[in-house]
């Protein structure tokens, strides 16, 4: 009998994949220390839960991908991104939100490809550019 995957994600209620009012945010964090909080900004205006997830991880993916060096260990990737990266959060989603822990030292060891650093086709803002 073939078993499905489970999801990485566990949703208490279906009502968790719908946004608040005005959306969910995603919270960008600057490692370098820019700002006093280590918040950049917020992106705002996703539907879903899901889709916000799905860009906090494609940003998170980008943002190691920018400091990893040819050459580079997982270990010197992961140092550098803590030095020098950007990491993601899906605000006030609780346990539901993705979180770049889970999935950082992979993310490290293995180069991603184009699509999956793609957080601007799943930005809620290109839509106020085009």
């Not at 073939?2 to 990485?8: G, L």
């Not at 992106?43 to 799905?54: C, E, K, R, S």
């Not at 803590?82 to 889970?102: H, K, P, Q």
């Not at 060891?109 to 699509?115: F, L, P, R």
């Amino acid at each position: 009998m073939r078993q499905e995957p489970t999801s990485r994600c566990v949703l208490r209620d279906v009502s968790e994949l719908f946004a608040p009012e005005g959306g969910w945010r995603v919270r960008i964090i600057d490692h370098s220390g820019a700002s006093e909080d280590n918040i950049v900004e917020e992106v705002a205006g996703f539907p879903t839960l899901i889709q916000a997830n799905a860009f906090a991880r494609r940003y998170v993916r980008d943002s190691v991908e920018r400091c990893r060096v040819p050459g580079m260990g997982a270990k010197e990737v992961l140092e550098s991104w803590f030095a020098y990266g950007e990491d993601a959060e899906v605000a006030e989603a609780g346990d539901a939100g993705w979180r770049s822990a889970t999935e950082l030292a992979d993310f490290a060891a293995h180069a991603a490809s184009i699509e999956e650093r793609d957080w601007r086709a799943l930005d809620p803002r290109r839509d106020d550019f085009e």
